[in-house]
């Protein structure tokens, strides 16, 4: 793993881009309204739709680096838990998106490529098997989601064994866990949103 200055310059790195691929969008909207060529149309949507797919994917990668330096640094473990269950809620939730956006960019590629997408899409696919397998996830993750970080549970007896299960798994690491399919999934959606997939996408975004 990374360290703290690692982190922060990271972090910074892809603030900025985040800053620019937002402007991006805003110029792709204010297009859409002028353009009257429904192809057109199309095209500027599907050019937005990947920007936005990398932004979603920067946005849960930074979170998760920040949410991993605040576990780091944690004085007590209600902090270091609180982090925790911070990362689980991240997790939770990009699995969710990632799975809508992966159908539609697979409608959107051309037929001859769909294959080539496909087994990207299935390589990443069992790398999150693994994780979800490993961290007892259709179990654990809507529990720890629905009692104490998403909600607040009423009943506080819930709220609190909610920390039972974090402590259940204390031993494995989540964000460093969950970094195994966020970076090649990151690497991907860079490569989609720069026109840059090729025949190495494989190999380079398992090494990125």
């Not at 080539?116 to 999150?128: A, G, P, S």
């Not at 204390?170 to 999934?185: A, E, H, Q, T």
């Given at each position: ?5 690692e982190?922060d ?23 859409t ?114 009692k ?61």
């Amino acid at each position: 793993m990374m360290t703290f200055k690692e982190i922060d310059e990271r972090i910074n790195h892809y603030e900025d881009e985040l800053k620019g691929c937002y402007q991006v969008i805003i110029r792709l909207d204010k297009a859409t309204l002028i353009e009257i060529d429904n192809s057109k149309k199309e095209s500027i949507r599907i050019r937005k739709m990947k920007i936005e797919f990398f932004c979603f994917v920067t946005t849960s990668y930074i979170d998760l680096l920040c949410t991993y330096r605040n576990i780091k640094r944690a004085k007590s473990d209600w902090e270091r838990n609180f982090s925790i269950k911070i990362a689980y809620l991240i997790a939770y939730e990009t699995i969710n998106t990632y799975h809508k956006y992966k159908g539609e960019i697979y409608k959107a590629v051309l037929k001859e490529e769909k294959d080539f997408y496909k087994n990207f899409f299935d390589m990443l696919n069992r790398e999150l098997a693994e994780f979800k397998y490993d961290f007892d996830y259709d179990n654990l993750m809507p529990k720890i989601r629905n009692k104490s970080t998403a909600h607040y549970d009423k009943n506080f007896s819930e709220y609190y064994l909610s920390y039972g299960l974090i402590e259940k798994y204390g031993d494995k690491d989540i964000v460093r866990s969950f970094l195994y399919f966020i970076n090649p999934l990151h690497y991907f959606t860079n490569a989609l949103m720069n026109d840059e997939i090729d025949e190495f996408l494989f190999l380079n975004s398992w090494l990125s």
